[in-house]
């Protein structure tokens, strides 16, 4: 079954820094769109980034610009989202997705992992 794998969740102060990480399962990210979405207890999934699969086309939230940013290494078939000057607000699963064009509209992913905690507490 294809799917894709998160990685990097934990816990870290405000103002802190994680590097989530996303590789595939049974298929490789080249020709993919990756995604990462993520929902807090009680709310619904939201896009924070996604970009092309040659990396030249990015996107983000408004929430997250400036703070985050994505990034894939196809060589070493993985996509990473950096966040820095993290807010307690930041809590939440974070997921990644593959799919073929490059949005923050979570219905055009195809494959999807099972999420990676991340939060941000004192």
């Known amino acids: 079954q294809l799917h894709v ?6 816990l870290v102060q405000p103002g802190g ?11 490789t990210f080249d020709l993919y769109a990756i995604g990462w979405f993520r929902q807090a207890p009680g709310k619904e999934r939201e896009g924070v980034a996604c970009i ?4 030249g086309v990015t996107d983000y939230a408004d929430s997250v610009k400036g703070r985050f940013t994505i990034s ?4 070493k078939n993985t ?6 000057s993290l807010k307690p607000e930041d809590t939440a699963i974070y ?5 073929s064009i490059a ?12 999420g990676t ?5 004192s």
């Open 72 to 75: 894939r290494d196809n060589a």
């Open 17 to 27: 820094s994680l590097r989530l990480s996303c590789t595939p399962s049974g298929f």
């Open 5 to 10: 794998v998160e990685s990097g969740g934990g």
């Open 117 to 121: 905690q991340v939060s941000v507490s």
């Open 95 to 99: 997921y990644c997705a593959a799919g």
């Open 52 to 55: 092309s699969s040659s990396g």
């Open 103 to 114: 949005t923050l509209r979570e219905y055009e992913y195809d494959y999807w992992g099972q």
């Open 79 to 84: 996509v990473y989202l950096q966040m820095n």
